[in-house]
C-alpha cells in the first residue's frame, strides 16, 4: 500500500537573498525569464502585456515558454493570489496549483514550492508529480545559483533532448 500522497508535493531551497529580491524573481516576466523560462508573458485582465519589471496582480495570466523546447511546449495558466510580499499562488495547467511561501528559517530565506490538486491517475502520478516535482527541484536550485552566483544551469540549446536543465 502506497503512503505517498500522489495528488501533492513539497520542494524547499535556501536561498541567500532578501526576501523582496526572491519574490520579484516570481511576480515579474524579468525575474521568471531570470532563472525559470525563457518567456514569461503576464497580461492583465484587458489583455495589456504587462511591463518586464512590473509586477502581477491576482487574475493576470501568463504564457511560458522553456529554455531546450519549441514554441510548441508551452504553458498558460492564470494568477490565483500573491501579498505583493512573500506568497505567490498560481494555476498550472493540467499539473495543478502552486504556491510558493518565502520565508526565513533558522537565519536564512526559504523558497517553498507546494504543487497541489495534481491528478491521480497514472498520468498525473507520473508526468505531475514525479515529473514536476523533478523539474521544480532543478529550476529550484538554477533560482539560488542565479540569485547568489549569476550562473545559468539551463540548457538553452533545442538540439539537446532529455537533459536534466530543460
Not at 87 to 110: D, L, Q, T, W
Request: glycine residues 8%; aromatic residues 12%; contains cysteine.
Amino acid at each position: 500500500m502506497s503512503t505517498i500522497d500522489w495528488s501533492r508535493f513539497v520542494t524547499r531551497i535556501n536561498v541567500s537573498a532578501p526576501i523582496e529580491t526572491l519574490y520579484l524573481a516570481w511576480a515579474t516576466r524579468a525575474g521568471m525569464e531570470s532563472w525559470f523560462v525563457r518567456l514569461s508573458e503576464y497580461r492583465n485582465n484587458d489583455g495589456k502585456e504587462r511591463a518586464a519589471e512590473e509586477q502581477v496582480i491576482v487574475g493576470d495570466t501568463y504564457k511560458w515558454l522553456w529554455h531546450g523546447y519549441s514554441d510548441e511546449a508551452v504553458e498558460h495558466g492564470q494568477i490565483l493570489d500573491l501579498n505583493n510580499k512573500d506568497y505567490f499562488k498560481f494555476s498550472f495547467g493540467k499539473a495543478g496549483i502552486c504556491s510558493v511561501n518565502i520565508r526565513p528559517e533558522e537565519g536564512e530565506h526559504i523558497v517553498e514550492l507546494i504543487q497541489e490538486d495534481i491528478p491521480i491517475d497514472e498520468q498525473g502520478k507520473l508526468n505531475f508529480h514525479v515529473g514536476c516535482k523533478t523539474g521544480w527541484t532543478f529550476y529550484l536550485a538554477n533560482l539560488k545559483s542565479i540569485v547568489e552566483g549569476g550562473i545559468d544551469l539551463r540548457n538553452k540549446n533545442v538540439k539537446l533532448k532529455q537533459v536534466l536543465n530543460s
